[in-house]
Nanobody
Framework: QLQLVESGGGLVQPGGSLRLSCAGS????????IGWFRQAPGKEREGVSC????????NYADSVKGRFTISRDIAKNTVYLQMNSLKPEDTAIYYC?????????????????WGQGTQVTVSS
């Protein structure tokens, strides 16, 4: 069974950091584009970041540029989202997703697999 499992969410004060993990189970994330998304209460889901399987394309939403970093650990079959300088408006459920297709120069418009999400709350 192919699964994505997110972890690393929690409660953090403004200005703090968290590192989210997206682990693949039953398949190798090495061959998939990975996207991170978030959905805050009452708001639509938004794309946060994506990386192609080759690693030669990475994209960030304007709202997180300079604060968030996406990376892979192939040996651990895990993709990370390092989140620094967190703000209350970053509060949301964060999801990772995987897509096997290749979309040169852009994030995939659709993803094949989704994780269950991890809650991030930024509050003092």
């Amino acid at each position: 069974q192919l699964q994505l499992v997110e972890s690393g969410g929690g409660l953090v004060q403004p200005g703090g950091s968290l590192r989210l993990s997206c682990a693949g189970s039953g398949f190798s994330l090495e061959h998939y584009a990975i996207g991170w998304f978030r959905q805050a209460p009452g708001k639509e889901r938004e794309g946060v970041s994506c990386t192609h399987s080759s690693g030669d394309y990475i994209n960030y939403a304007d709202s997180v540029k300079g604060r968030f970093t996406i990376s892979r650990d192939i040996a651990k079959n895990t993709v990370y989202l390092q989140m620094n300088s967190l703000k209350p408006e970053d509060t949301a459920i964060y999801y990772c997703a995987a897509d096997e297709s290749t979309w040169p120069g852009s994030c995939p418009p659709e993803y094949d697999y989704w994780g269950q999400g991890t809650q991030v709350t930024v509050s003092s």
